[in-house]
């Protein structure tokens, strides 16, 4: 990752789904990293330097348009985006209900279009603007009992390639990160043991543990950086090796 340029400071971030997880360890990396970081989300995360918050429900069109609001009335522009809130989901096809479907879609692919919407035009005023959508892994591999959100993770990708070609003649660049399992306070949530589910994807693991969410943010930094202006429409597999690898150890 490169060092931060002179003038870094002054870059506008604003991270959805920020109060914990992927979303909290990117909203700090960026803060880090000098940047004046807004966290999206329907509660204010722990204590973060650097971070200040603005209620958002993505789910929501009024609210995500009051979060910006408030936003560009505050910093007058944006530099970055990262589209990270989401929900979870467990079944098939053939389990799923309508409801199901509607609400992590909701939230998955129709909150990233939400965000994105209200942030362009100030991303417009930004320099090197940029957005980073939060995929996963799910959206390229077939994953058991993952239909919903496999499906929504998969539109997510499609819906950034989709965003690119719209907004490069812009100069503004929209690529994505597929995390693979991550180490978060989530993580087997919507299975029936949440620990036995925990230590299954450790084992399918190539390198035998999950993935840090601290690894997932330097990655989301990265792809924001200005220094990669040629890169858009791009998709960055930070899955640990489960989508290209065989783990021979515990298949």
């Not at 400071?9 to 960026?30: C, D, E, P, Q």
């Not at 936003?71 to 389990?95: C, P, Q, R, S, Y």
């Not at 907004?167 to 660049?173: D, F, M, Y």
Request: hydrophobic share 50%; with cysteine.
């Amino acid at each position: 990752m490169s060092t931060p340029a002179s003038g870094d400071a002054a870059r506008v971030v604003a991270v959805t789904g920020a109060g914990s997880g992927i979303g909290l360890a990117t909203a700090s990396a960026f803060a880090a990293a000098g940047m004046t970081v807004v966290g999206l989300d329907l509660r204010e995360g722990p204590p973060s330097e650097g971070v200040g918050w603005i209620p958002c429900d993505v789910a929501d069109d009024a609210s995500v348009s009051a979060a910006f609001a408030a936003l560009g009335d505050a910093h007058g522009k944006l530099d970055v985006v990262v589209n990270n809130a989401g929900i979870g989901g467990k079944g098939t096809v053939e389990t799923a209900t309508d409801e199901a479907w509607l609400q992590v879609f909701g939230v998955n692919v129709f909150g990233v279009a939400r965000v994105s919407r209200h942030a362009i035009p100030l991303l417009r005023a930004g320099h090197a603007a940029t957005i980073v959508n939060v995929a996963s892994s799910v959206a390229v591999a077939g994953t058991p009992l993952r239909a919903v959100y496999s499906a929504s993770k998969g539109a997510v990708a499609a819906l950034t390639r989709a965003m690119a070609a719209d907004l490069v003649a812009e100069g503004i660049r929209v690529n994505a990160v597929y995390p693979g399992p991550v180490h978060t306070a989530v993580t087997g949530r919507y299975d029936a043991d949440p620990v036995a589910a925990r230590q299954m994807l450790t084992a399918r693991m190539p390198f035998g543990h999950l993935i840090g969410a601290d690894e997932i943010a330097r990655a989301i930094v990265y792809l924001a950086d200005p220094a990669n202006r040629s890169l858009t429409g791009a998709e960055f597999r930070y899955d640990g090796g489960t989508t290209e690898l065989v783990n021979f150890g515990t298949a």
